[in-house]
């Protein structure tokens, strides 16, 4: 019994135990979506370059190839065409057109702002300081009942060289003697009234001489009206200056004859015999071209 028992083999019972699958965290959905993105921007940047015409494809490959090229100096990019890619430069508000030519600020060169700032101040203190010439003038005449006489003769207006005077005769009050360069004794002073509310001024100041069409004398071959409308303005400023105006502020006399009429419709109407006095934008202070007749004493 005991023999039959030693050789019996034990019985072994194996049990498993059955895990759990591990949770799914969804990573696989990130990259799915990131393959997706990635496939999209690839086909719209196929369509993009199959829809671009040559030129402005080379106008892509220029600016990867030198791209500060376009934002300092503004050379050729893919700003500078119109395409189906709206924009260009900085300003992607813009449909066409190179913006950073002229529309950003990002990449100026150090200093331009300043100088810019600088002269937008100063182009505004300008306009305010003429803007109060002007209203002076106009109050000088205004109080003053031998100028308010004339004040039908007397035209102030903004032109782009700056603020223009202009004194224009009229048929019953002449502001020259006929043919010459006698001033008249209410031109006289009309002048010296503006000249003494110049007083002070740092614009510098262009005096021109205008006639009608009538011929002077023999015409352009003697004294013309070239010559007599130099020197009327000659005069008109003799008359500024003894009003007061700086000697040192006259920029230019010039005698223009006819050639500026006020009426163009009415070439020998009285209104075109003038003399116009700029007082000059430091910006248009120029020297007075080739063309023009310069006279000084």
Excluded: C
Aim: zero cysteines; hydrophobic letters at 40%; proline letters at 5%.
């Amino acid at each position: 019994m005991l023999g039959d028992m030693r050789n019996l083999q034990p019985i072994i019972i194996r049990r498993t135990k059955k895990r759990a699958h591990a949770t799914h965290t969804g990573a696989w959905k990130i990259a799915y979506a990131d393959f997706v993105t990635a496939m999209m921007a690839f086909f719209m940047l196929m369509w993009l370059l199959g829809s671009t015409t040559h030129g402005d494809l080379k106008g892509i490959a220029s600016y990867f190839n030198n791209p500060m090229k376009v934002a300092l100096t503004g050379g050729r990019g893919t700003g500078d065409t119109s395409s189906i890619t709206p924009g260009g430069g900085q300003n992607l508000s813009q449909s066409a057109g190179q913006v950073v030519r002229g529309n950003s600020s990002a990449f100026k060169p150090p200093g331009q702002k300043d100088r810019q700032a600088a002269q937008a101040e100063h182009a505004r203190v300008e306009a305010v300081r003429l803007t109060e010439l002007k209203a002076r003038i106009e109050g000088l005449i205004a109080n003053n009942p031998r100028l308010a006489e004339y004040r039908s003769q007397i035209r102030i207006d903004t032109v782009p060289e700056g603020l223009r005077i202009q004194i224009v005769d009229e048929q019953n009050r002449p502001m020259f003697d006929v043919g010459s360069a006698l001033v008249k004794p209410s031109m006289r002073d009309i002048l010296r009234q503006i000249g003494a509310a110049m007083v002070g001024l740092e614009n510098q100041v262009s005096l021109a001489g205008h006639t009608d069409l009538s011929p002077y004398g023999r015409g352009e071959r003697g004294y013309s009206n070239w010559e007599l409308s130099a020197d009327r303005a000659n005069a008109s400023r003799r008359e500024l200056v003894a009003g007061g105006m700086p000697e040192e502020r006259v920029r230019r006399v010039l005698g223009l004859a006819a050639s500026d009429l006020h009426d163009q419709a009415k070439p020998f109407a009285a209104v075109n015999r003038r003399i116009s006095i700029v007082v000059l934008n430091r910006e248009r202070a120029a020297p007075p071209s080739s063309p023009d007749l310069q006279v000084t004493e």
